[in-house]
């Protein structure tokens, strides 16, 4: 899952970076608006955290513009006035919910999460689909009810197919939203990591191969 | 209220304008009546001299010549009237006319002296008369006195006294009325400016203009001006002293944010501490500066849309819990307004609003009621407010030690906007069990 993150206060960025990172999200990070619309159009994020008052572009003219660009990702405002005017504002531009400043960094993980999982079409944290569960908040997978052991990077790869079930997911994509730019970016990788996650998902086999486009999450062809 | 400018203008010229009139009137009559007195006794002197002229006397009689100058002396009911009388003898003239009408003559014997008029006004029976009077001494052997006394019935006279009082009231009349009028044109026209302000204030008192038209004449051109410079002058200070306000709570907020994320990975004895004082300082300055933001009930300025705003919330609070499937049902009078502050209606109304989407189960219902002011109820199904709790939760967080770690002021903090505004926010149980919020505001 990759995430923007723009706010001007360089200590409080660092923070935001750091919590997400560590909560296994690719973080790209920019200081003002206009750094944090380049990013916004030039890669595809999974959300945006976006500070309402911003330099050089303001956050609500941000949203604005990301969104006339058919930019669809979810995006939390953070806002440090805290009126309601500014919420409303942030809101109507397109922004999908608002967290005033200063907030709790567990706060705004789970709304990050409940956000990504609603841009998918999940209500509960839990996405359920057969016989496998993915609890997004406690990051555990379980197949049958028993507990699946999973790497990070392969949680990831699951989820991010989960949460995009209904189309096919090129190997690109998903380097592109799980792994930093400067991760060594062999399709390879990504193919032994579906391998392994395959093999400990058995006997289900919910990814299915599209051949010479990426994956695809169905569990219709459940072994 | 006090009496109008109008009024007192139109009052103070109607009465002297009728004291005036009525003055005027009074003399014109009574110097009219005077004159008619006049021309009545010159015409009794003019008959007087014209029987001096023609009297004869012989066999001692008094007698005078046939064709007296004036022949209604000879027509019965004529109103003309002569007697001639001469002193100590008992000879006596008097006119056809005076004979036939039984006129009584006065008696002026032994009362007046020779050569002096008297005229005099009598009444006998039904009818007024004039009488001159004029005592001569006859130039015969015995230089005896003669009195001539004529008389005409006032009727004649009264008549045109009558007909010119007429002719004046009606013109008197006449004018005041026309005066009155031009007078209430003149106020009126003259007033116009005072009453176009009047009502351009009243415009933009409820913001349907930012400022007066420039079209006032010089008497009250200073004002408008002064008026416009003034409402400029508190629009920008107001706008000045908010975004002060906001800069400050963005350069205070951030560092809290900084702080409190730092605190968090701390695991040390003290950051319990430290993290307790900072929920303190957080909620000192979002309480102190919400409400030194805040505007109050203003003079100037536009009426709020209440719908316009409750819609607003609606939709962005139903994007932001776009999970949670929250029925929202709005029965709002249509064109319900404030006299305030949009951000501050804003601001109670997001935090009712809020809390109601957070704490509810299913629905909410927004509904409104308007009498001597505007009644906004909210209702949730949640779990409700205790009653116990209902009182503490308005007036949490009022004095800054009172805080404690993790309560939130939201609820406190519309309370203090709602006091701003001279309202009422009360909390009571929803027909569903839930929390009932009722804001009325003036």
Same mark, same amino acid.
Not at chain 1, 19 to 26: D, E, P, R, S, T
Not at chain 2, 110 to 116: D, E, F, K, R, T
Not at chain 2, 251 to 257: F, G, R, W
Not at chain 2, 259 to 266: C, E, G, T
């Given at each position: 899952?990759?995430?923007?993150?723009?706010?001007?206060?360089?200590?409080?960025?660092?923070?935001?970076?750091e919590?997400?990172?560590?909560?296994?999200?690719?973080v790209?990070?920019?200081?003002?608006g206009?750094?944090?619309?380049?990013?916004?159009r030039?890669?595809d994020?999974?959300?945006?955290?976006?500070?309402?008052?911003?330099?050089?572009?303001?956050?609500?003219?941000l949203?604005?513009t990301?969104?006339?660009?058919?930019?669809?990702f979810?995006?939390?405002?953070?806002?440090?006035?805290?009126?309601?005017q500014?919420k409303?504002?942030?809101?109507?531009?397109?922004a999908?919910?608002?967290?005033?400043?200063?907030?709790?960094?567990?706060?705004?993980?789970?709304?990050?999460n409940?956000?990504m999982?609603?841009?998918?079409?999940?209500?509960?944290p839990?996405?359920?689909?057969?016989?496998?569960?993915?609890?997004?908040a406690?990051?555990?997978?379980?197949?049958?009810?028993?507990?699946?052991e999973?790497t990070?990077?392969?949680y990831?790869?699951?989820?991010?197919?989960?949460?995009?079930a209904?189309?096919v997911v090129?190997?690109?994509?998903?380097?592109?939203?799980?792994?930093?730019?400067?991760?060594?970016?062999?399709s390879?990788?990504?193919?032994?990591?579906v391998?392994?996650?395959r093999?400990?998902?058995?006997?289900i086999?919910?990814?299915?191969t599209?051949r010479?486009q990426?994956?695809?999450?169905n569990?219709?062809?459940?072994? | 209220?006090?009496?109008?400018?109008?009024?007192?203008?139109?009052?103070?010229?109607?009465?002297?304008?009728?004291?005036?009139?009525?003055?005027?009137?009074?003399?014109?009559?009574r110097?009219?009546q005077?004159?008619?007195?006049?021309?009545?006794?010159?015409?009794?002197?003019?008959?007087?001299?014209?029987?001096m002229?023609?009297?004869?006397?012989?066999?001692?009689?008094?007698?005078?010549?046939t064709?007296?100058?004036d022949?209604r002396?000879?027509?019965?009911e004529?109103?003309w009237?002569?007697?001639?009388?001469?002193?100590?003898k008992?000879d006596?003239w008097r006119?056809?006319?005076?004979?036939?009408?039984?006129?009584?003559?006065?008696?002026?014997q032994?009362?007046?002296?020779?050569?002096?008029f008297?005229?005099?006004?009598?009444?006998?029976?039904?009818?007024?008369?004039f009488?001159?009077?004029?005592?001569?001494?006859?130039?015969d052997?015995d230089?005896?006195?003669?009195t001539?006394?004529?008389?005409?019935?006032q009727?004649?006279?009264?008549?045109?006294?009558?007909?010119?009082?007429?002719?004046?009231?009606?013109?008197?009349?006449?004018?005041?009325?026309?005066?009155v009028?031009?007078?209430?044109?003149a106020v009126?026209?003259?007033?116009?400016?005072?009453?176009a302000?009047?009502e351009e204030?009243?415009?933009?008192?409820d913001?349907?203009?930012?400022?007066l038209?420039?079209?006032?004449?010089?008497?009250?051109?200073g004002?408008?001006?002064n008026?416009?410079?003034?409402?400029?002058?508190?629009?920008?200070?107001?706008s000045r002293?908010?975004k002060a306000?906001?800069d400050?709570?963005h350069?205070?907020?951030? !560092?809290?944010?900084v702080? $409190?994320?730092?605190?968090? &990975?701390?695991k040390?004895e003290e950051? %319990? /501490? #430290?993290?307790?004082?900072?929920?303190?300082?957080e909620?000192t300055?979002?309480?102190?500066?919400?409400?030194a933001?805040?505007?109050?009930?203003?003079i100037v300025?536009?009426?709020v849309?209440?719908?316009?705003?409750?819609?607003?919330?609606?939709?962005?609070?139903?994007?932001?819990?776009s999970?949670?499937n929250?029925?929202?049902?709005q029965q709002?009078? !249509?064109?319900?307004?404030? $006299?305030?502050?949009?951000? &501050?209606?804003?601001?109670?109304?997001? %935090? /009712? #609003?809020?809390?109601?989407?957070k704490?509810?189960?299913?629905?909410?219902?927004?509904?409104?009621?308007?009498?001597a002011?505007?009644?906004?109820?909210?209702?949730d199904?949640?779990?409700?407010?205790?009653?116990?709790?209902?009182?503490?939760?308005?007036?949490?967080?009022?004095?800054?030690?009172e805080?404690?770690?993790?309560?939130?002021?939201?609820?406190?903090?519309?309370?203090?906007?709602v006091e701003?505004?001279?309202?009422?926010?009360?909390?009571s149980?929803?027909?569903w069990?839930?929390?009932e919020?009722?804001?009325?505001l003036p």
């Open positions: 899952m990759r995430i923007l993150v723009v706010e001007d206060e360089q200590i409080l960025q660092d923070q935001l970076v919590k997400l990172k560590h909560a296994g999200y690719v790209d990070a920019a200081g003002d206009e750094e944090g619309l380049y990013y916004g030039e890669y994020y999974d959300a945006a955290v976006i500070d309402l008052g911003l330099p050089k572009l303001d956050g609500i003219d949203i604005t990301l969104r006339n660009e058919k930019r669809s979810p995006v939390l405002v953070l806002t440090a006035r805290g009126h309601w500014d409303v504002h942030g809101l109507e531009a397109g999908d919910d608002y967290l005033t400043k200063p907030f709790q960094m567990e706060e705004l993980l789970a709304r990050l409940a956000l999982r609603r841009a998918a079409g999940h209500a509960s839990v996405l359920r689909e057969g016989e496998l569960q993915l609890d997004t406690k990051k555990e997978v379980r197949v049958e009810d028993a507990l699946v999973l990070a990077y392969e990831k790869v699951l989820e991010y197919l989960m949460m995009n209904s189309r090129s190997k690109t994509e998903l380097t592109e939203h799980l792994y930093d730019q400067d991760f060594d970016r062999d390879n990788v990504i193919e032994v990591f391998g392994r996650l093999k400990k998902l058995e006997p086999n919910p990814i299915r599209v010479g990426g994956y695809r999450f569990v219709e062809t459940t072994a | 209220m006090k009496t109008g400018i109008q009024s007192r203008l139109l009052l103070t010229t109607s009465l002297v304008l009728s004291s005036f009139l009525f003055l005027a009137g009074f003399v014109l009559d110097s009219f005077e004159s008619i007195r006049e021309s009545a006794r010159d015409q009794l002197e003019l008959v007087i001299y014209s029987l002229g023609a009297a004869l006397e012989f066999d001692e009689q008094l007698g005078f010549s064709d007296l100058a022949n002396l000879y027509q019965p004529s109103g009237y002569a007697m001639v009388e001469r002193h100590g008992e006596r006119s056809l006319s005076a004979r036939t009408t039984g006129v009584e003559f006065l008696d002026y032994g009362i007046l002296n020779p050569g002096q008297d005229f005099h006004e009598e009444n006998e029976g039904s009818v007024d008369r009488f001159l009077t004029y005592v001569v001494i006859w130039e052997e230089e005896t006195l003669l001539f006394q004529v008389a005409a019935d009727e004649p006279f009264v008549r045109t006294i009558r007909g010119f009082r007429r002719n004046l009231y009606i013109g008197l009349g006449a004018v005041t009325v026309f005066f009028m031009a007078q209430y044109v009126r026209w003259g007033l116009r400016p005072l009453r302000m009047a204030v009243r415009e933009l008192e913001g349907k203009r930012e400022r038209s420039e079209s006032y004449p010089i008497e009250l051109d004002l408008a001006q008026l416009d410079r003034f409402i400029a002058h508190e629009q920008r200070s107001r002293y908010r306000m906001e400050l709570a350069s205070l907020k951030t !560092p809290l944010a702080i $409190r994320n730092a605190l968090q &990975d701390d040390r950051s %319990n /501490l #430290l993290s307790e004082q900072l929920d303190r300082m909620n300055v979002t309480r102190q500066l919400t409400r933001s805040a505007v109050g009930p203003v300025g536009r009426r849309d209440v719908g316009n705003v409750i819609d607003r919330l609606v939709r962005a609070l139903q994007t932001a819990y999970d949670r929250i029925e929202v049902e709002l009078e !249509p064109g319900m307004t404030v $006299r305030g502050d949009e951000r &501050d209606l804003m601001e109670m109304l997001g %935090n /009712l #609003l809020e809390n109601a989407f704490y509810t189960r299913t629905r909410i219902l927004i509904r409104s009621a308007s009498s002011s505007t009644s906004i109820y909210l209702e199904d949640g779990p409700g407010i205790d009653p116990e709790l209902r009182e503490e939760v308005l007036n949490r967080g009022t004095r800054a030690d805080v404690q770690q993790g309560q939130g002021i939201g609820l406190a903090v519309v309370a203090e906007l701003l505004y001279h309202g009422q926010l009360t909390i149980e929803s027909r069990g839930g929390a919020i009722r804001l009325d």
